[in-house]
C-alpha cells in the first residue's frame, strides 16, 4: 500500500528531500543576488546615475576617498541598520529627482550622524592622538573639504561627469 501511494520504486519522504534541496538552492541563488545588489548600489557609478548625486559623485572621485565606495561614508555598516537606511534613502532620492530637488546641504541630522561615525571608526588610530575630538560635534566641521571639497570654488568642483 505504501509503494502505491509513492509510486513503484520510490521512498516515502523523498519528494521532501528535494523540495528542502531545491528550497536551499533557491536561498542561496536569492541570497547571491540580495549581496550583489546591495553592493552595486553602494557604489559611486550607481549613485552618479541620479542627477542630484552627480555632483557628489564628481567631487568624490577627485577627492581622498575616490577608492571608497559612497555608502562606507553614507550608510550605517551593520547590515540590519544598513537595509532600511537605504531603502529610505533611495526613496528620498527618487522623490528628489522627480521633484527636481537637489542633495540637501546641510544633511539632515540623522545622514551627518552616520557619517560622523563611520569617519570616527575608520580613522580610530588617528583619533586617539587628538585631543580636540570634543570641540565640534561633527568632524566635517574642521575637514569639510574632505568629502566633497565644499570649500573649493564651484568652478573647480564642477566637472565633467562619470
Not at 105 to 123: E, G, L, S, T
Request: hydrophobic share 40%.
Amino acid at each position: 500500500m505504501e509503494g502505491a501511494r509513492n509510486g513503484p520504486g520510490t521512498k516515502p519522504g523523498a519528494p521532501v528531500w528535494k523540495l528542502l534541496f531545491s528550497g536551499l538552492v533557491i536561498g542561496v541563488i536569492l541570497a547571491g543576488v540580495f549581496a550583489w545588489a546591495l553592493n552595486a548600489t553602494d557604489q559611486r557609478q550607481f549613485c552618479a546615475s541620479c542627477h542630484i548625486m552627480r555632483e557628489a559623485a564628481v567631487t568624490q572621485k577627485l577627492g581622498m576617498h575616490a577608492k571608497l565606495s559612497c555608502n562606507e561614508c553614507h550608510a550605517p555598516h551593520a547590515l540590519l541598520a544598513k537595509i532600511p537606511f537605504k531603502a529610505e534613502a533611495a526613496m528620498e532620492d527618487v522623490l528628489g529627482n522627480i521633484q527636481g530637488r537637489d542633495v540637501p546641504i546641510p544633511p539632515a541630522k540623522k545622514h551627518r550622524d552616520i557619517v560622523n561615525q563611520n569617519c570616527i571608526n575608520c580613522h580610530a588610530p588617528v583619533n586617539a592622538k587628538v585631543a580636540s575630538m570634543a570641540v565640534k560635534p561633527y568632524c566635517t566641521d574642521c575637514h569639510r573639504s574632505v568629502a566633497h571639497m565644499r570649500l573649493n570654488p564651484i568652478s573647480e568642483r564642477t566637472v565633467g561627469y562619470e
